[in-house]
């Protein structure tokens, strides 16, 4: 008779909470340095970017050794009512009363007094946990053709309502996340390549649209600072056809302003050099080069980069590849497919959001707005990040759970 096979305890991933500890560590500090230099000093001490953002650290710890205590199986059963939750926040930001804009007049924020909550960010992760429930069914249901469609639907409808707010970077977020997913997941490579190629199509509509159709022509409309954007990226100045002078130096003006933000983010990363200025001695954060209302939140790796230089810079890349090369080897061990789809959605989400951000810092991508993971400031993004995170635990917690 043989002996029955002992279970392993649950492992803690240590090298991943470290990761994510030190990214805490460094969001603090560099926050505090990029909101110091414009914070009255009258301010109360629990106003302060930085306390507020270690409040947040605090709320999304605790959520996330909440996620843990339950099994992610039991979780999924919450899944499809935490994707329509999203979808009514979604809807409910656009109704204006309810969704609160700045700025530029995106209106992406619900305003709670103290605090503003973003539904996006929260939409993102009750997506990831929809989709993988619903992939998670046996591959010869995931060939018929209306199960590809309802994916795809689950992937398009926050999709169109975040591009409504608008918020193109975050509502871009959702198509390496479902692709991904639902490539992990078996989907038939016909249906991917069709879904990938009319992506593209559509990408490459919208750039010879911007660049090249008259604006009473465009089919693509854009917000004015959406196009202002691409058009920096892509090196295109403003000023229209048969413009006058008037009209030329005013365009020209506008391009500068608006490329301001990417060419300062440049200079910041450059001027760091291998060890950086050192904390808060970066002068183009204390001086306000790099935009006070940016540098916290879409342009925090800049000023890492100036303070901490390639040392510091590299030390962040080691950080979240810590965290992605665990969430890989999580989802490489993951006992079904529900929980290989949940690491793989998590895991790409993550990656997103750090490739796009770093490279908006550096000019490799437009300037979107996405935030970097556990190191920009703002309640909503760090929560769910953590939150996310909880739930890769969660998967190597309850591996062996039968």
Same mark, same amino acid.
């Given at each position: 008779?043989?002996?029955?096979?002992?279970?392993?305890?649950?492992?803690?991933?240590?090298?991943?909470?470290? @990761?994510?500890?030190?990214?805490?560590?460094?969001?603090?500090?560099?926050?505090?340095?990029?909101?110091?230099?414009?914070?009255?000093?009258?301010?109360?001490?629990?106003?302060?970017?930085?306390?507020?953002?270690?409040?947040?650290?605090?709320?999304?710890?605790?959520?996330?050794?909440?996620?843990?205590?339950?099994?992610?199986?039991?979780?999924?059963?919450?899944?499809?009512?935490?994707?329509?939750?999203?979808?009514?926040?979604?809807?409910?930001?656009?109704?204006?009363?309810?969704?609160?804009?700045?700025?530029?007049?995106?209106?992406?924020?619900? $305003?709670?007094?103290?605090?503003?909550?973003?539904?996006?960010?929260?939409?993102?992760?009750?997506?990831?946990?929809?989709?993988?429930?619903? =992939?998670?069914?046996?591959? @010869?249901?995931?060939?018929?053709?209306?199960?590809?469609?309802?994916?795809?639907?689950?992937?398009?409808?926050?999709?169109?309502?975040? =591009?409504?707010?608008? !918020?193109? *970077?975050?509502?871009?977020?959702?198509?390496?996340?479902?692709?991904?997913?639902?490539?992990?997941?078996? #989907?038939?490579?016909?249906?991917?390549?069709?879904?990938?190629?009319?992506?593209?199509?559509?990408?490459?509509?919208?750039?010879? $649209?911007?660049?090249?159709?008259?604006?009473?022509?465009? =089919?693509?409309? +854009?917000?004015?600072?959406?196009?202002?954007?691409?058009? #920096?990226?892509?090196?295109? $100045?403003?000023?229209?056809?048969?413009?006058?002078?008037?009209?030329?130096?005013?365009?020209?003006?506008?391009?500068? !302003?608006?490329? /301001?933000?990417?060419?300062?983010?440049?200079?910041?990363?450059?001027?760091?050099?291998?060890?950086?200025?050192?904390?808060?001695?970066?002068?183009?954060?204390?001086?306000?080069? =790099?935009?006070?209302? #940016?540098? /916290?939140? $879409?342009?925090?790796?800049?000023?890492? @980069?100036?303070?901490?230089?390639?040392?510091?810079?590299? &030390?962040?890349?080691?950080?979240? @590849?810590?965290?992605?090369?665990? *969430?890989?080897?999580?989802?490489?061990?993951?006992? !079904?497919?529900?929980?290989?789809?949940?690491?793989?959605?998590?895991?790409?989400?993550?990656?997103? /959001?750090?490739?796009?951000?770093?490279?908006?810092?550096?000019?490799?991508?437009?300037?979107?707005?996405?935030?970097?993971?556990?190191?920009?400031?703002? *309640?909503?993004?760090?929560?769910?990040? +953590?939150?996310?995170? &909880?739930?890769?635990?969660?998967?190597?917690? /309850?591996?062996?759970?039968?």
């Amino acid at each position: 008779m043989n002996p029955e096979p002992v279970k392993r305890p649950p492992r803690i991933e240590w090298l991943m909470w470290a @990761a994510v500890l030190g990214l805490m560590i460094l969001g603090a500090l560099f926050v505090a340095s990029a909101t110091l230099s414009r914070e009255s000093a009258g301010l109360a001490w629990y106003q302060r970017g930085f306390v507020r953002q270690l409040f947040w650290y605090a709320l999304g710890g605790g959520l996330a050794v909440l996620v843990c205590l339950w099994d992610y199986r039991r979780l999924s059963r919450w899944a499809m009512p935490g994707y329509w939750l999203a979808v009514l926040l979604l809807v409910a930001v656009l109704v204006p009363g309810i969704g609160s804009t700045q700025g530029w007049g995106a209106r992406r924020w619900i $305003d709670l007094g103290p605090v503003q909550f973003q539904p996006s960010e929260f939409a993102k992760l009750a997506f990831v946990l929809a989709l993988a429930g619903f =992939l998670s069914r046996p591959a @010869a249901e995931l060939a018929r053709p209306e199960n590809f469609f309802k994916a795809l639907g689950l992937c398009l409808l926050p999709f169109g309502l975040i =591009l409504r707010e608008p !918020d193109l *970077g975050s509502a871009l977020v959702f198509l390496p996340v479902g692709l991904a997913m639902m490539y992990v997941a078996g #989907v038939p490579g016909r249906y991917l390549a069709r879904l990938g190629m009319g992506a593209a199509g559509l990408g490459a509509l919208l750039v010879v $649209d911007l660049l090249w159709a008259p604006a009473h022509w465009q =089919l693509v409309k +854009l917000e004015p600072y959406q196009q202002r954007r691409l058009l #920096v990226y892509f090196g295109k $100045d403003f000023v229209p056809p048969g413009a006058t002078g008037a009209e030329r130096a005013r365009a020209l003006q506008q391009y500068r !302003d608006a490329v /301001h933000n990417v060419e300062q983010a440049l200079i910041s990363v450059g001027s760091g050099g291998l060890t950086g200025k050192g904390w808060r001695r970066g002068t183009q954060n204390a001086l306000g080069y =790099l935009p006070r209302a #940016v540098a /916290h939140n $879409d342009f925090i790796f800049s000023v890492i @980069a100036e303070e901490s230089g390639f040392v510091g810079s590299a &030390g962040v890349l080691a950080l979240y @590849a810590a965290i992605l090369f665990t *969430g890989i080897q999580i989802a490489g061990r993951a006992r !079904d497919r529900l929980g290989q789809l949940l690491a793989v959605g998590v895991v790409t989400l993550f990656f997103t /959001h750090v490739f796009v951000n770093i490279g908006m810092n550096i000019r490799l991508m437009p300037v979107t707005g996405i935030p970097l993971p556990l190191l920009s400031y703002g *309640g909503t993004s760090v929560v769910c990040s +953590l939150v996310a995170l &909880g739930l890769l635990q969660n998967l190597q917690l /309850h591996r062996e759970t039968p």
